[in-house]
């Protein structure tokens, strides 16, 4: 506990000290991008943008090609304005570098953040229009001007509506969603070799109309070959932070965004983010010691699985990819009914596992525990053909089964379930199934020798005794005639 505190207390001086737990940190000194020319491409530090007139005012009569109308929010390094396009006469947001910011590694990082927003053109991701330069010197680039809600807003109204703090299956299915198209946004991102790192509810904007967008990409991240990104140190909104970013020599890839994706569910389902504290420094001991906090047992039980997988400490026991998580949740919406099931398969499956090394093995209970088990994967296999993670624990299942069936010598069950398992999985090459058949072989041999020799056992004994009933037969006979033979004299 000591060094977590300590881990906790060094990553909170690394930030500004009036920084709120919820706020999002972008070190002006962070070298958080590779450099682009590594790729071929020219700096853009070194590129001369188009010149852009930029005045403030009301109304559309200026000369410049951007008026200025009002402040839509000021993050770490930037300041987004609405603004006018005089040309097209379309409302347009217009990104610069805040006054007290400026410098030649603001100006670079500000082009940098428009250049990879450029390479994502994604419906749910905001185009930008145009990358300029002010005739005082000044970058700023053009985009899209989103309206709408955050969806962090929408979460709490949704939340203050229900009095158990728990939303209702309806609800989930729309928020759940929004997590899908942000998702696919995402792993759009991903296909181009860009992680977004600062996923959470307040960066997504709901539309009236039913559109979405996954905002402020200031701190993404162009991965170099080999899908890792080195950073110098924590860059990120504390809350979400997966374990990763707050170690001491952070190495991210695409799973960081999963977690990520995983900790914006979190706080879909619960209503807060995951990593809660009265400070910098609380916030970040509570990320280090409980990288997946408890989950409730009202959720339903297969989007708990999916949190706690997507939002795993270990990079390795995530999901490989968004894809995948957003392919689960797919699943619950479509089968919610079955999402239960599979989940209490999981359950009898590592019931059976465990049992299986019992000595004292009830085997009327593992019996009936493998029967549910599989014909409830069976169930799961016919709703979702082709599905792999079905497939694998109906595989491990009917092995479990079989080697039960063989322990009790039942052997017409044994090849039943050793055929369905060859059918599954194939014969050829499958040395388990080969060695699960001579097994069965085996048993059966014993038994059928163990039966002829009680059969000529039997046999013997018939012999014998029908030898000893003539025997008796005959005697009775010579006594009965003696007897007349008496009578006759």
């Not at 909170?12 to 071929?40: F, K, V």
């Not at 706690?308 to 968004?322: E, L, Q």
């Not at 053909?385 to 044994?414: D, F, H, T």
Request: net charge negative.
């Amino acid at each position: 506990m000591s060094d977590i505190r300590a881990e906790g207390k060094r990553l909170a001086s690394t930030l500004p000290a009036d920084m709120m737990p919820t706020q999002t940190s972008r070190p002006l000194d962070s070298n958080w991008m590779p450099s682009l020319s590594a790729s071929g491409t020219v700096e853009l530090d070194e590129q001369k943008l188009p010149e852009v007139m930029v005045t403030d005012g009301e109304g559309y009569t200026s000369d410049g090609d951007l008026v200025i109308e009002y402040l839509i929010g000021t993050g770490g390094l930037g300041v987004v304005d609405a603004a006018m396009q005089s040309c097209l006469q379309r409302e347009v947001a217009v990104k610069r570098v805040r006054p007290e910011r400026r410098s030649a590694s603001a100006s670079t990082r500000l082009r940098r953040e428009a250049y990879l927003m450029g390479q994502l053109e994604h419906p749910a991701i905001p185009p930008v229009h145009l990358l300029g330069s002010t005739p005082d010197g000044d970058d700023l680039f053009v985009m899209k001007r989103i309206t709408g809600v955050e969806w962090g807003d929408l979460l709490a109204e949704e939340f203050a509506g229900f009095d158990d703090g728990q939303l209702d299956a309806v609800a989930i299915r729309k928020h759940l969603g929004i997590l899908i198209r942000i998702g696919e946004a995402l792993s759009f991102a991903h296909s181009r070799g860009i992680i977004h790192r600062d996923l959470k509810p307040e960066n997504v904007v709901v539309g009236d109309f039913g559109e979405m967008y996954l905002i402020d990409w200031g701190i993404a991240c162009s991965l170099p070959e080999g899908g890792v990104f080195e950073a110098r140190g924590f860059v990120g909104t504390p809350c979400y932070a997966a374990p990763e970013m707050l170690s001491r020599d952070p190495k991210l890839d695409v799973r960081t965004d999963v977690y990520l994706l995983g900790a914006t569910m979190y706080h879909m389902m619960t209503g807060h983010p995951p990593h809660m504290g009265d400070s910098i420094q609380a916030v970040f001991e509570m990320a280090l010691q409980y990288p997946v906090p408890s989950l409730s047992d009202a959720w339903p039980s297969p989007l708990k699985q999916i949190c706690i997988r997507a939002m795993a400490a270990d990079p390795d026991d995530r999901y490989s990819s968004v894809l995948s998580m957003l392919e689960d949740i797919r699943y619950f919406l479509e089968y919610g009914e079955l999402s239960d099931l599979e989940s209490k398969c999981d359950q009898e499956l590592a019931e059976l596992e465990l049992q299986i090394v019992d000595e004292h093995l009830d085997e009327e209970a593992y019996e009936t525990i493998g029967t549910k088990c599989r014909f409830g994967l069976e169930r799961l296999q016919q709703a979702w053909p082709g599905n792999e993670r079905i497939l694998k624990k109906l595989e491990r299942c009917l092995l479990l089964v079989c080697q039960s069936a063989i322990s009790k010598r039942r052997i017409a069950a044994a090849r039943v379930l050793l055929l369905q398992y060859i059918e599954l999985v194939g014969w050829e090459g499958n040395t388990t199934a080969h060695r699960m058949k001579d097994r069965i072989d085996g048993l059966a041999d014993q038994l059928t020798s163990r039966s002829d020799e009680l059969g000529l056992n039997i046999q013997v004994r018939l012999v014998e005794e029908l030898a000893s009933q003539k025997r008796a037969y005959d005697e009775l006979l010579v006594a009965y005639r003696e007897q007349e033979g008496d009578s006759g004299n």
